[in-house]
């Protein structure tokens, strides 16, 4: 018989994922609005959203929590709601206009015009002065995704556009006469991907515009540096001309005239510089086209293709972007920093993204276009020195950038260009920052009244704990000998941490050694470097500053990084890197050391170490634990140490404490072994028990210890065949060595893991499960004896149980044990039975082991279900997880699988089952527990399905735990937001859940 799910519910329990409804998108017209109509007041309603935006990467868990109904269709997944919203967003406009005459859109939506698009919208909302131009959205990068071009309306459209513009401005585009209308042409994704999609400049310059535009301007130098930026732009982003070509072009005439730097170049080398670059396409047999449509078309082209770039989509791998349809693509006139003295661009972050200190950081050059500082070209200057070469400029970009951090509440990240001592802002959105800064940022924002806990705990990230718990140099390590006086070098902090590692030079090195830990080492790292980078344990560069893409792709994923470390010449064909200063040659393979935080190069490995809760991390964790009716995380802990060590870190308890760890410490294995070979030393055992079983309550006084009883077959714990001789034959009792080789044969299984394991060992051998209750229940015994106040509290877990007669047999027994205890102890102590799901036929007679009462009493047995996902997870799939690293891989790569499911839950299969025995389980027994305690329970997607379907709580191991608090509050804040439905319960969301037949 087959169960489902009714729609009603269904959509209940998807509520979670959707996001609320935009204005836009409940009107159905048949035609695309003409462009012109866009400019009127009326465009402040189109592609808006219910929530006020936000600008922090989107991720699924932050999608507004309201259903949407799609013509009778509700969207079962994240993915599937997008495309539905952005189809009906098509239907009403798909180039959205801002700046000049433009009226804003009231709520704009970053998934329909992405995260620059947003913030142009938003910028011009409050009155932030930016150059004019419009937004392609993302239902245009679908399009021409199927296509892989636009339709002619589109085009047309686009023309109208840019006619617009051409009001706005004064200016023409393509002109020969008058003062030429350029434009920039940028990628936009609703989550920021540094460098991984394409930009093109000055789009519209020719032989004869370029001619315009030195007569307009009366600067003849200008419009040839601003041609010569197309000419390379335009050859490496659209027709696929490698830049070091042109780069190369540069490097010669710089030497045939003795110029140092291109800002050096005169109007007529510039000139000299153009032809050049016309011989580069010349030499790979390619045109540059002279007509500035042609120009922009392929210019939109070449942005909505890099969404599916090869860098692109590792990138989107790498940081786990699922939820995307595509890059939007803006269109915006050219404002020029590369006038001269009085002209420049920067990139700013409004407080320190390594820090989180509330301090401007950010840098600028004086006669630049923006990706001169960001590509490492020329080094920067600080930000703060603008001050003095730009003053009224500095001081109305201070006022912004305090405007946009205060109308966001969040640190932003902008971009902006001086154009002969005008302001102007080019992008604003959430800074990328370390896992430090994040938290540094959410509590100094709460502090200053800028923004609320749970908005500043929904900024925080789970990678972010991660990072904060990553190695780093002690202040000890920091001051000893072996540090100083063997840094070698000292460049720019452009990503936290400490690393160690070998030397590699090369992307393709870096991730065919990933796992002996490297560290690669480029003159500039550049978009084609992620998988290296990713594979990296830091990151080294002789070039680009802490706003370049080493530093902002480090700082977002948290990896070491220092850049711009002018003392090194690398060789990377070589495979060399030497430090100018004193000589001294690294080759690939040595072992260095990087300090992030310092910017510091080590010549030898430092001894690196973690930190803990304290501080701001501490502070915004514990605001996670108050979030109302969140999952409690407990951990996975197998000894007294683990135990402390993870409730330091928050645990609220044990989830699952592992027996059979405790026995393969040198001292014990012996005499275990003699028990399961010849029955002998059972007391023994218990005595180790007991003694750890002591610890771990201890430690976890006053809170939950979920102690599981022995699970894995006894072979484990037996040698192999090949190794027994004669002292381990004595060892284990044994006159003869084939007669302890004939007992462990006698043991052997064909399929272990199905095998004599779980409540199945218990069964046939019930001295077991006796002697390990008595050591649990003896051992909070000792407690409460040494110290009347105590609070002790055991959870018996039955591991494997498929059928009810098991669990049955099991429970009864443990009972009887357990009273007995307490009885001849005279204590009454508290402790629950339950049971471990982890074979699908558990999952679905749950209701039958749920709803099990004590025959003598009448009080039900089960007192709470925790998941083991792992075993469920191998069971349902029919995967073996030890052997399924020989084609994981290879069903990601092929798409047969969207995740590991080892990794990440199969909400499809096993949580279907989760689903189907929470919700049998809690009807036969309204106060069942449930939990999970598979390292899913350290997942962030994981622990967010794992809250709709309405578990108590999750377990993980210990460093997992604070990861596993944030993603359990972003949870519970989600499912807080569906306000149109009301406030939905953990424990509604579970009896909505109602399978027919």
């Known amino acids: 018989m087959m169960m489902m799910i009714s729609k009603a519910s269904f959509a209940l329990l998807m ?14 017209p048949k035609a695309p609005r003409s462009f012109s109509s866009a400019w009127s007041s009326s465009s402040s309603s189109l592609l808006s959203q219910s929530a006020k935006p936000t600008t922090s990467s989107t991720t699924t868990s932050e999608a507004n929590s309201t259903a949407e109904v799609f013509e009778g269709k509700t969207p079962s997944s994240i993915d599937e709601m997008m495309k539905m919203r952005i189809a009906q967003a098509s239907a009403d406009v798909c180039i959205v206009p801002f700046g000049g005459s433009a009226t804003p859109v009231a709520n704009p939506d970053k998934h329909i015009l992405g995260g620059k698009g947003l913030g142009l919208q938003e910028m011009s909302k409050i009155g932030v002065q930016v150059p004019p131009g419009f937004t392609l959205t ?8 199927a296509t892989n071009n636009l339709s002619d309306e589109v085009w047309a459209a686009i023309r109208e556009a840019v006619q617009q513009v051409e009001a706005d401005t004064g200016k023409e585009y393509g002109t020969k006469t008058g003062n030429p209308l350029l434009f920039s042409c940028r990628s936009g994704a609703a989550v920021s991907m540094p460098g991984m999609m394409d930009t093109v400049l000055n789009i519209g310059l020719n032989k004869d515009t370029v001619q315009a535009l030195a007569k307009a301007t009366g600067d003849e130098r200008f419009a040839f540096d601003a041609y010569r930026r197309l000419l390379d732009m335009f050859g490496d982003v659209v027709l696929g001309i490698p830049h070091h070509a042109f780069e190369a072009k540069m490097d010669t005439l710089k030497a045939e005239t003795g110029v140092s730097s291109d800002t050096d170049f005169t109007a007529d080398q510039l000139k000299i510089l153009v032809e050049l670059y016309y011989k580069v396409y010349d030499d ?8 500035p449509f042609e120009q922009l078309q392929a210019c939109v082209k070449a942005v909505f293709g890099s969404w599916n770039s090869e860098r692109a989509i590792k990138y989107r791998q790498i940081n786990e972007i699922t939820s995307l349809v595509g890059t939007a693509c803006n269109l915006q006139c050219m404002v020029f920093g590369n006038l001269g003295a009085t002209s420049g661009t920067g990139v700013a972050f409004s407080r320190d993204p390594g ?4 301090k401007l950081l950010g840098e600028y050059l004086i006669n630049a276009q923006g990706e001169d500082v960001v590509a490492g070209i020329r080094t ?23 405007k946009l951090e205060r109308h966001f509440g969040d640190m932003q990240d902008v971009e902006f260009t001086v154009e002969n001592g005008k302001l102007w802002m080019l992008q604003c959105r959430s800074g990328k920052r370390t896992g430090q800064a994040a938290f540094k940022i959410a509590a100094d924002m709460v502090e200053e009244g800028l923004t609320t806990k749970e908005a500043a705990l929904q900024r925080v990230e789970p990678d972010h ?10 202040k000890e390590v920091l001051n000893s000998t072996e540090y100083t006086s063997n840094v070698v070098a000292v460049g720019l902090t452009g990503g936290p941490g400490a690393a160690v590692g070998k030397l590699v030079f090369s992307t393709e090195q870096a991730e065919a050694q990933t796992n002996e830990g ?3 080492v480029r003159e500039v790292t550049s978009p084609e470097d992620v998988g290296g980078m990713w594979a990296s344990r830091g990151i080294l560069t002789a070039r680009g500053g802490i706003t370049s893409h080493a530093a902002v792709v ?5 990896k070491p990084c220092v850049c711009g470390c002018e003392d090194l010449d690398i060789d990377e064909e070589g495979k060399t890197m030497t430090i100018k200063s004193t000589g001294k040659v690294f080759k690939e393979g040595d072992l260095i050391s990087i300090n992030g935080n310092t910017g510091e190069v080590i010549g030898v490995p430092i001894e690196t170490s973690s930190v803990g809760v304290q501080g701001s991390f501490g502070k915004v964790l514990s605001w996670a634990d108050e979030v109302a009716d969140s999952m409690k995380v407990l951990t996975n802990a197998d000894s007294g140490p683990d135990a402390t060590r993870a409730k330091d870190l928050g645990a609220k308890g044990i989830g699952l404490t592992r027996t059979e760890h405790m026995f393969f410490a040198p001292e014990r294995l012996p005499v275990v072994r003699r028990w399961i070979l010849k029955g002998e030393g059972l007391s023994q055992v218990q005595d180790f028990q007991r003694s750890d079983f002591r610890d771990i309550l201890s430690a976890m006084d006053g809170l939950p210890v979920t102690i599981r009883m022995l699970d894995p077959p006894l072979h484990e714990f037996l040698p192999r065949v090949g190794q027994v001789d004669e002292d381990l034959a004595a060892e284990l009792g044994y006159s003869y060595e084939q007669d302890l080789i004939d007992d462990i044969e006698d043991l052997h299984e064909e399929n272990p893991m199905l095998g004599l394991r779980g409540c199945r060992l218990a069964i046939v051998r019930p001295e077991l499960t006796t002697m390990q209750v008595e050591a649990i229940i003896n051992a909070a015994a000792d407690l409460l004896e040494k110290d009347a106040n105590a609070k002790p509290f055991p959870r018996i877990m039955i591991p494997l149980v498929g059928g009810l007669p098991e669990f049955e047999q099991q429970a009864l027994q443990i009972k009887e044990t357990a009273e007995k205890v307490k009885k001849e102890r005279g204590m009454d102590i508290k402790y629950e039975i339950g049971t471990m799901i982890e074979v699908p036929r558990a999952a679905l007679i749950a209701d039958q082991i749920a709803g099990l009462r004590d025959p003598n009493d009448g009080t039900y047995l089960c007192q709470f279900f925790s998941y083991g996902t792992n075993d469920l997870t191998q069971m349902t799939f029919g995967i073996s997880r030890d052997d399924a690293g020989a084609f994981i891989p290879t069903y990601l790569e092929k798409g047969i699988l969207m995740d590991d499911p080892f990794k990440s839950i199969d909400q499809e299969g096993v949580g279907w089952l989760i689903k189907l025995s929470a919700a049998k389980g809690r009807a036969a027994n309204p106060n069942l527990s449930l939990s999970i305690c598979g390292e899913h329970g350290g997942d962030p997607t994981s622990i967010a399905f794992f809250d709709s379907v309405g578990l108590d709580y999750v377990s993980c191991s210990p460093f997992r735990v604070p990861v596993a608090r944030l993603a359990a509050a972003h949870a519970a804040i989600n499912r807080a937001r569906k306000v149109d439905i009301g406030r939905v319960n953990r424990k509604t969301v579970v009896s909505s859940f109602e399978p027919t037949i």
């Open 355 to 358: 820090d989180g200190n509330a």
């Open 465 to 474: 704990v991660k990072q904060i718990l990553h190695p780093s140099f002690s």
């Open 15 to 28: 509520v979670s994922m959707l996001s609320a409804p935009s204005e836009a998108f409940t009107a159905n």
């Open 284 to 291: 790979f047999g390619l045109e540059f086209p002279q007509d």
């Open 138 to 145: 993302t239902e245009l990068c679908q399009s021409f995704e």
């Open 380 to 402: 920067p200057e600080p930000i703060a020195t603008m001050e003095k070469v730009l003053p009224e400029a500095y001081a109305q970009f201070i006022d912004t950038v305090d």
């Open 518 to 520: 490297v560290i690669l």
């Open 554 to 558: 480090a700082r977002g994923w948290g």
